[in-house]
């Protein structure tokens, strides 16, 4: 449990610094080790399935993070699920 948060940051860098990400995160392919202090460290293994980012969708991935966090998920569903192609652009989500 304690290293869930360094794993989140692990991919949020990926996804919005780097611009690639490791696209098959299952247990098998997460590895813990202990550093020299004896504190557990996280590896990635097998980088076989990786995927681009390109700087528009990283754009609309900290837009779509930053909405969620900040519950506003009117703008998450209207603007950012659209911008990153899960809905249609002129779908009307006032229902949703």
Do not use: W
């Amino acid at each position: 449990r304690e290293l869930i948060p360094v794993g989140v940051e692990l991919f949020l860098c990926q996804l919005l610094d780097i611009g690639r990400f490791h696209a098959d995160p299952h247990p098998g392919n997460l590895y813990v080790t202990r550093g020299p202090g004896g504190d557990p460290t996280l590896c990635l293994l097998d980088f076989g399935l990786i995927a681009h980012v390109d700087e528009n969708a990283s754009t609309y991935l900290t837009s779509a993070i930053l909405n969620l966090l900040q519950g506003d998920y009117e703008s998450l569903i209207a603007h950012d699920a659209k911008r990153l192609g899960f809905l249609p652009h002129d779908m009307d989500t006032t229902e949703l």
